[in-house]
């Protein structure tokens, strides 16, 4: 009877641990294909920013290489607190109203705390239309455990919340999505654009193996142990 009971515990661990393998073999490849088209994307010639009103998303936008032209809303922008290879400071979201009237948020680029007022900044030519090249982001609505929440009644952001923003800014409605620019320089040097990270952290070829290999290991020590193992002697 402790034979059967052991047998099945060890029959039961050995099912979840290779149910655990397959599971990461199935995220490997969803992984590895969402690797490849954002690749694609960031790679791909830029085409023309979505309307204000299209609606997009994680899975079939984000990333995507995009162009819009438009004059930017200096007095409204905004600085999201984060921290880049540059050390602690602030992303520069700024609104671009379009020809059609339309507004979406551009994310210029980063600046040093020291920079943080646009007084610091050289401003270039405000009335002048420009060209944006960048990748189509998602808002950030919800930060992680921990992280510290906006306040817009103290003008401090840090999320990407374009909505939020364009509340606190009275800018009506926007584009759904921010475009991180590129780059290309911006006049004295800041906002520093082009400072998008592409990550996709990749390791469940090794959870794989690791959930097999203990799978393996403890069907063949129970093996081992029932069939081959010669009983003490009293």
Request: aromatic letters at 10%.
């Amino acid at each position: 009877m402790r034979r059967i009971i052991v047998g099945t515990v060890v029959v039961v661990c050995v099912a979840v641990l290779i149910s655990l393998g397959l599971w990461q073999v199935q995220r490997l490849a969803w992984k590895t294909d969402l690797i490849a088209r954002v690749n694609a994307r960031v790679n791909a010639p830029a085409v023309a920013a979505p309307p204000a009103t299209a609606v997009v998303s994680v899975k079939e936008d984000e990333y995507r290489h995009v162009a819009v032209r438009g004059r930017f809303l200096n007095a409204a922008e905004a600085q999201v607190y984060t921290v880049s290879d540059y050390g602690g400071g602030y992303w520069v979201m700024t609104p671009l109203k379009r020809d059609d009237g339309t507004i979406v948020f551009i994310n210029r680029g980063f600046v040093p705390i020291d920079k943080q007022d646009p007084k610091t900044r050289a401003a270039g030519d405000t009335d002048a239309e420009v060209t944006v090249t960048g990748l189509l982001r998602i808002p950030e609505t919800r930060g992680w455990l921990f992280s510290q929440a906006n306040d817009p009644a103290s003008d401090r952001w840090y999320r990407r919340d374009i909505a939020a923003i364009a509340v606190a800014r009275h800018l009506g409605p926007v584009a759904s999505y921010f475009i991180d620019a590129d780059a290309t320089p911006n006049p004295g040097g800041w906002p520093k654009g082009g400072l998008t990270v592409i990550h996709f952290p990749n390791s469940h070829l090794m959870y794989a193996i690791t959930w097999f290999s203990m799978a393996l290991g403890l069907a063949g020590v129970t093996i081992w142990l029932t069939w081959f193992r010669k009983p003490s002697a009293d």
